[in-house]
């Protein structure tokens, strides 16, 4: 078994620390609240065209993975916005905890969207309640991106212009 050099010694020496503190710590002073995070929403297609089904795709952590689940996600489109939120539940808000972070990831289809420019928001929310009423803010994130009108819609319609003009002259 190979020995640990002095600086990864100390590199775990001070990890251990840390996770000695975090579980000392009463659930008071952890913002249980700011465990579900959103740090990307991913966009398929990239440049997205008014006949495209849209995925997006929110992702993030989960800082307590031991005592916090995802229950269930929805979505609102009003005019150039769209809402997506996702639900957890924490099934030990006040106990002690030991700090694992996993990853979480939810995908949701969006049929073809009129070409402009869309506002987007994604956010958790957590309840700490076991009958899931009351949910509370964890994190928001949010972008923009722009449909575009199909290339091939955009050539009918280029080449019906141009077949008024010849008419008319």
Same mark, same amino acid.
């Given at each position: 078994?190979?020995?640990?050099?002095?600086?990864?010694?100390?590199?775990?020496?001070?990890?251990?620390?840390?996770?000695?503190?975090l579980m000392a710590l009463?659930?008071?002073?952890?913002?249980?609240?700011?465990?579900?995070?959103?740090?990307?929403?991913?966009?398929?297609? *990239?440049? =997205?065209?008014?006949?495209?089904?849209?995925? !997006? +795709? %929110?992702?993030? &952590? #989960?800082? $307590?993975?031991?005592?916090?689940?995802?229950?269930?996600?929805?979505?609102?489109?009003?005019?150039?916005?769209?809402?997506?939120?996702?639900?957890?539940?924490?099934?030990?808000?006040?106990?002690?905890?030991?700090?694992?972070?996993?990853?979480?990831?939810?995908?949701?289809? *969006?049929? =073809?969207?009129?070409?402009?420019?869309?506002? !987007? +928001? %994604?956010?958790? &929310? #957590?309840? $700490?309640?076991?009958?899931?009423?009351?949910?509370?803010?964890?994190q928001t994130y949010s972008?923009?991106?722009?449909?575009?009108?199909?290339?091939?819609?955009?050539?009918?319609?280029?080449?019906g212009g141009l077949l008024?003009?010849?008419?008319?002259?």
């Amino acid at each position: 078994m190979k020995e640990l050099t002095k600086s990864e010694t100390s590199l775990f020496l001070r990890f251990l620390i840390v996770i000695a503190i975090l579980m000392a710590l009463p659930a008071t002073m952890i913002d249980c609240a700011k465990a579900v995070t959103v740090d990307i929403v991913d966009i398929d297609p *990239i440049n =997205p065209t008014d006949a495209d089904i849209i995925k !997006l +795709t %929110s992702s993030g &952590w #989960i800082g $307590y993975a031991y005592d916090i689940e995802f229950i269930d996600g929805s979505s609102n489109i009003s005019g150039n916005s769209i809402e997506l939120d996702f639900f957890f539940y924490d099934s030990n808000p006040t106990g002690n905890r030991f700090p694992v972070a996993v990853e979480w990831s939810q995908t949701v289809d *969006i049929a =073809p969207l009129s070409p402009g420019t869309y506002d !987007l +928001t %994604s956010t958790t &929310w #957590i309840s $700490y309640n076991p009958l899931l009423t009351n949910y509370q803010l964890s994190q928001t994130y949010s972008t923009s991106f722009t449909v575009v009108p199909e290339p091939t819609t955009v050539l009918i319609l280029g080449m019906g212009g141009l077949l008024l003009r010849k008419r008319r002259a």
